[in-house]
């Protein structure tokens, strides 16, 4: 049986003006990645001093000093159509890389966040 469902990666920002990696492992069952969003728990903070570069199986979605900002959406958006749309992407080695960096912004004075990686993804049920 194939399904879909969201999966959550978080990242931890601990240090101003730095690049944050992490590489997420994928279940062996997702066998596409349909799309994904950013959010955190300091929406400002992504919005104003976000950059990030995002690869699945290697490959580069966005590039190096992609604006975070461009990857949120708004509560004010339905929940069908958050997700960036990446139409059906194969995991291949099943790793997702994510390097996020945070940048000084004159209005907002750092403080540790998190940054949260939902990935729309098409699961099948091991029998």
């Known amino acids: 049986m194939i ?3 969201k999966k959550r990666y978080d990242i931890e920002i601990t240090q101003e003006n730095a690049v944050h990696s992490k590489t997420f492992e994928l279940d062996k069952n997702i066998i596409k990645v349909h799309g994904l969003l950013l959010e955190s728990d300091r929406d400002d903070f992504l ?3 976000g950059f990030c ?3 699945i ?3 580069e979605i966005f590039p190096e000093g992609y604006a975070a900002k461009l990857l949120m959406s708004g509560v004010n958006v339905s929940p069908n159509d ?3 749309e ?3 992407l194969e995991p291949g080695n099943g790793q997702v890389r994510v390097e996020y ?3 000084t912004h004159i209005l907002l004075a750092f403080a540790n ?3 949260s990686l939902y990935l729309d993804c098409e699961i099948t049920e091991m029998l």
Do not use: P
């Open 57 to 59: 199986n290697r490959q």
């Open 113 to 115: 966040y998190r940054v």
């Open 53 to 55: 570069k995002i690869e």
């Open 86 to 88: 990446l139409g059906g």
């Open 82 to 84: 958050r997700y960036y």
């Open 47 to 49: 919005f104003y001093r």
């Open 3 to 5: 399904t879909r469902v």
């Open 101 to 103: 960096k945070d940048n």
